[in-house]
């Protein structure tokens, strides 16, 4: 943004920035880096600090509103992954063990990202065990093995499945029914597929997608084997159906 364009509140806070700068003596990218990890455990302990506090229900040395037998009990180090490189940050402890902190889990080691997050959407995206293990060591530095990624992957093959099988109601007024075509790996090889996609409105007028079924080119045929399972899963009944005309899909609709 130009310097003209700036507001009060932008250059008084560019102002301190370079106050900032000056008494860290930053003189290199490096410091900088050094100097976002100093700020990023100094954000994430006095976070964790004010958490306590609201668990204890009262605040450090204000003991004339502690109305709990628990209190503070020293704190425990905590190394994390970030985007900046490692960083060190002291989490309080309560002497119960009751505490668990919201803004960085017990178990939590990374805050730049969630690995297994970002497995599934690369994996989601079509790209094989490999490319993710590639890539997340290059972009993160982090080693992950075939086998965790598959690990991971897996994890959400029952959830999709869960989904998928879902008993539906009875009767919708209204579903949509279309196909998106992608590009996804198959086999080593980059294929387009068409991923049949059912959202409904019930008569409560909540919208909520039906399925979603993945088929080679767009058909009447696969659309009268989507509509089925549909039917098996609970529909009896659709007011109004809307699709893009595809030539026998009518035909199929009524047939179901």
Same mark, same amino acid.
């Given at each position: 943004m130009a310097r003209k364009n700036r507001s009060p509140e932008e250059n008084e806070r560019r102002a301190k920035i370079r106050e900032l700068l000056q008494a860290s003596n930053i003189s290199s990218m490096d410091?900088?880096?050094?100097?976002?990890?100093?700020?990023? @455990?100094? $954000?994430?302990?006095? #976070?964790?600090? @004010?958490?306590?506090?609201?668990?204890?229900? &009262?605040?450090?040395?204000?003991y004339k509103n502690k109305w709990t037998d628990n209190s503070r009990n020293g704190h425990s180090n905590k190394t994390l992954r970030t985007r900046f490189g490692d960083v060190k940050v002291a989490v309080p402890r309560d002497r119960n063990g009751e505490f668990e902190p919201q803004l960085l889990k017990k178990n939590q080691?990374?805050? *730049?990202?969630?690995?297994? /997050?970002?497995?599934? *959407? +690369? &994996?989601?995206?079509? +790209?094989?065990?490999?490319?993710?293990? *590639? =890539?997340?060591?290059?972009? &993160? #530095?982090?080693?992950?093995?075939?086998?965790?990624?598959?690990?991971?992957?897996?994890?959400?093959?029952?959830? @999709?499945?869960?989904?998928?099988?879902?008993?539906l109601e009875a009767t919708y007024a209204v579903v949509f029914l279309?196909?998106? =075509? $992608? =590009?996804?790996?198959? /086999?080593?090889?980059?294929?387009?597929? @068409?991923? &049949?996609?059912?959202?409904?409105?019930?008569?409560? #007028?909540?919208?909520?997608?039906?399925g979603m079924w993945v088929? /080679?080119?767009?058909?009447?045929?696969?659309w009268a084997t989507v509509l089925n399972s549909l039917r098996n899963r609970g529909v009896e009944d659709i007011f109004i159906a809307c699709t893009d005309n595809l030539t026998g899909f009518f035909a199929a609709i009524e047939a179901v």
């Open positions: 410091d900088i880096q050094n100097l976002f990890k100093e700020t990023i @455990a100094e $954000f994430i302990e006095n #976070g964790l600090d @004010a958490e306590l506090d609201d668990e204890l229900g &009262y605040s450090k040395y204000d080691t990374s805050i *730049s990202q969630d690995i297994e /997050e970002k497995i599934l *959407s +690369m &994996y989601a995206k079509g +790209m094989t065990t490999s490319d993710i293990e *590639s =890539h997340i060591r290059d972009i &993160y #530095g982090i080693e992950v093995s075939d086998t965790t990624v598959s690990r991971v992957t897996d994890k959400i093959l029952p959830i @999709a499945k869960e989904w998928q099988q879902r008993p279309d196909a998106i =075509h $992608f =590009h996804v790996r198959s /086999e080593g090889q980059i294929v387009k597929k @068409a991923v &049949y996609i059912a959202i409904g409105i019930n008569l409560d #007028g909540r919208k909520d997608v039906l088929g /080679e080119n767009e058909s009447a045929k696969f």
